[in-house]
């Protein structure tokens, strides 16, 4: 076998191209490499100090990601949200105070964090992952795809591009893409890529013990959502939100105390008391928003038809929750895009003759 020579090579390590490489594997598929450009898994998934800074929340339509889960052996449990929640709706309101209602259908949240959807996704594909491995260039030559790196060429029949359209746009094609999938590509807003997610960690719930959900919702203010984020276990203590966007460009150390001097306002002076203080500014990370930047207007329109279709003689495809029809810029759009496209890859060799498509659900 050629060296660098692949059947498929996979763009971006995050959760739609791991499972994308996961599904290969259950239908033995094994010449697979995976290109991370940075030096860690996930994408838009990460985990620190048992906060879930990216994608958090699953919802009970979400199929495809609860058989992945179960197939992996990870468990899910309910968002806690009860008790006292407080709400906003403008700058100088007064504050409402609501209940979650007991009948409404749960949102769920992954044991041990979302990052272990991710951990227990790269254990098995290990062998298949190169980690910064920056994609600058993909030509097509006669029966391949020439993939140009940081770190030299590799060379694939197939390629799936995983990374967010817009961040993908900055990738170089030869032959260059048609125009209407390059505008697709630099219009389609990236998932999270506007989002600022803060998370502090306590010694005990004491919201909870107050009788408090830790939820606050509101319009104006250093957060726009606030929620319990302890564990199931009760070994970790935390709330969760998304700050305002005009936080974005103060300092660090004031970022900090103006959100914790809000969030006060709600649950009492205890949250003074926190022990980790966390923020997380997609908007600034090169390798999910990248230089191009934010698309000023967010259409979450996601799975435009342009990004079903494959390109460069049939050997380029893309993947990712913005390309899903099926619950686009969620976890399950991105599950569920990862899984379909390789077993239509993979099922399409089975027709003619080399390989069987295999299933994870």
């Known amino acids: 076998m050629q060296k660098n020579r692949y059947k498929y090579i996979i763009i971006g390590g995050g ?33 620190k100090s048992g906060i879930d800074l990216g994608a958090t929340w699953l919802h009970h339509d979400h199929t495809s990601i609860f058989s992945l889960l179960e197939h992996l052996k990870l468990e899910k449990y309910r968002q806690f949200n009860s008790g006292d929640s407080f709400y906003t709706a403008y700058s100088g309101a007064p504050v409402q105070t609501f209940h979650a209602d007991p009948k409404e259908v749960p949102s769920y949240r992954i044991k041990g964090g979302t990052y272990a959807l991710i951990k227990s996704l790269a254990e098995q594909l290990m ?21 140009k790196t940081n770190k030299g060429e590799f060379k694939a029949e197939q390629v799936i591009v995983t ?18 999938v390059l505008e697709a590509m630099q219009t389609t ?18 919201w909870r013990n107050q009788g408090k959900s830790g939820m606050v919702i509101g319009a104006a203010g250093e957060l726009t959502e606030l929620y319990d984020h302890s564990n199931e276990e009760g070994t970790v203590f935390s709330l969760m939100g998304f700050a305002h966007e005009n936080l974005r460009d103060t300092n660090p150390e004031e970022q900090e105390k103006k959100i914790v001097d809000y969030i006060a306002q709600f649950l009492g002076e205890e949250v ?43 050997k380029l495809h893309f993947s990712g929750t913005e390309t899903s029809r099926v619950q686009g810029g969620y976890l399950e759009g991105a599950v569920h895009r990862g899984l379909s496209l390789a ?14 498509a295999g299933k994870a659900h």
């Open 15 to 47: 959760l739609s191209g791991l499972t994308s490489a996961f599904q290969f594997k259950l239908s033995n598929e094994t010449n697979v490499k995976v290109l991370e450009a940075r030096n860690v898994l996930g994408g838009r998934v990460h985990t």
């Open 127 to 147: 062998d298949w992952i190169e980690l910064e491995t920056v994609v600058e260039k993909i030509i097509g030559e006669g029966d391949c795809l020439i993939v």
């Open 163 to 180: 990374v967010p359209p817009r961040l993908a746009s900055t990738i170089k094609f030869q032959p260059n893409l048609p125009n209407n």
């Open 189 to 206: 807003h990236t998932w999270f890529s506007h989002a600022i997610k803060v998370g502090l960690t306590f010694d005990a719930p004491f």
């Open 272 to 314: 003074l008391d926190y022990q980790e203080f966390f923020i997380q500014d997609w908007s600034k990370e090169q390798f999910i928003t990248g230089e191009i930047g934010i698309h000023p207007q967010r259409n979450t329109a996601y799975g435009n038809p342009v990004f079903q279709k494959s390109y460069l003689n049939g």
């Open 343 to 356: 077993q239509e890859l993979r099922s399409t060799e089975s027709k003619s003759g080399d390989g069987a």
